[in-house]
């Protein structure tokens, strides 16, 4: 099969829709499939390093998040005759924006099934970036313009269930799968918390606690960080190692000194997946995390990989990742300061809970296997192309119309 995606993001650009990406792709390469990624150049981005195809197309800079980047269409053109002679069998975009208009028109173009990706949670998302204007007009804009875009495609595919109810409730009537993103466990499966303690200076018994995110406004770190302040007058050489990058991070460290934490908190800033990051997971007794609007929650699974136990909230995906993982893994709290606090300081000071906590947590992440759910979205995209994915570029005329009933893929 012969696959073509399209995304406004992609590495060296960190999230988990890169990680995403990059997953999926190598597994299917691995399982001797054909991927070609369209993806937006950045400055600095250097020659890929992948087992797959990547264009690499100019893009401009984005004034509301100077992390991304806007995919220039007229660039892509230059493509569009080699794209004609690739003979894909369907085109897969993985973002909205520009990749989903300019993705439609390569399906089209080339006579294939286009499926979509839903990643993120647009609702509790957009307002963040666009504060002038209120946050219910956001909401509903995100509403629209989600049901809209979804509506578009022959098929999407989303990381939980509670994110596919999210898409039924605005009215999206396209046919959907739930497939999760899967985590390579040889790469998770190794880590020395001890050399990421040693590069940082920290001694080797001072109890860390480790977030990994992007810092973002709707990642609910400002909570963890009050969940830290009460953490600390039980334990006062407690330290949180937050992971990332983001438009939050100069709000949440000012938090950080305004509560009296900048001494019990390190800002890595983005860690490499050469080893750099699942040093930092290991560094920890235990990784906390309380967003609201993940739709999967990618770095839970990384974290229970690495035998590191969780203490979570929750809500949406984060609740299908943790499903049977609590008191075997994780400790699932409610988002309350005092009760997520004493669950920390619990894994923090109880080493049988700890050693039994890393136990479960190692066998939980084993059934997310990336090449596994690789699969499940080989047969999503053998479904689409009704048995006609076979490099002809023809679309079965059971597909060929939008918008057919839901229920024909189900979840």
Known sequence: MRVLMISDVY??????????????????????????????????????????????????????????????????????????????????????????????????????????????????????????????????????????????????????????????????????????TGIELDQFSRGDGARFRARHGIAADRPVLVHVSRLAFEKNIDFVLRVLARIKTRIPEVLLVVVGEGPARAELEAQARDLGLADNTLFTGYLDRDGSLEDCYRAGEAFVFASRTETQGLVLLEAMALGVPVVSTAVMGTAEVLAGADDKGALIVPEDEQVFADQAVRVLSDTELRTRLARGAEAHAQSWSAPALAERMLGFYAEVCGGGCDGRGQQSSDMAGRGTPEGQFGG
């Open 11 to 180: 590495f060296p650009r960190v999230t988990g829709v890169s990680t995403s990406i990059q997953t999926f792709a190598r597994e299917f390469i691995d399982q001797g499939h054909s991927v070609t990624l369209i993806a937006p150049e950045y400055a600095g981005s250097g020659s890929d390093d992948e087992p797959f195809e990547i264009l690499r197309i100019p893009s401009r800079y984005l004034p509301i998040d100077p992390e991304d980047r806007i995919l220039r269409p007229r660039r892509l053109r230059r493509h569009h005759d080699y794209l004609a002679a690739a003979e894909f069998d369907l085109v897969h975009i993985q973002t909205p924006f520009l990749a989903h208009y300019l993705g439609l028109g390569l399906a089209q173009r080339l006579d294939v099934p286009v499926i979509e990706s839903y990643h993120t949670f647009f609702e509790q998302y957009l307002h963040h970036y666009v504060p002038w204007l209120p946050s219910a007009w956001m909401r509903w804009a995100a509403r629209r313009f989600s049901a809209a875009q979804c509506n578009d495609v022959d098929a999407i595919a989303v990381p939980s269930r509670a994110m596919l109810e999210v898409l039924e409730r605005y009215g999206v009537h396209t046919p959907a799968r739930v497939i999760p």
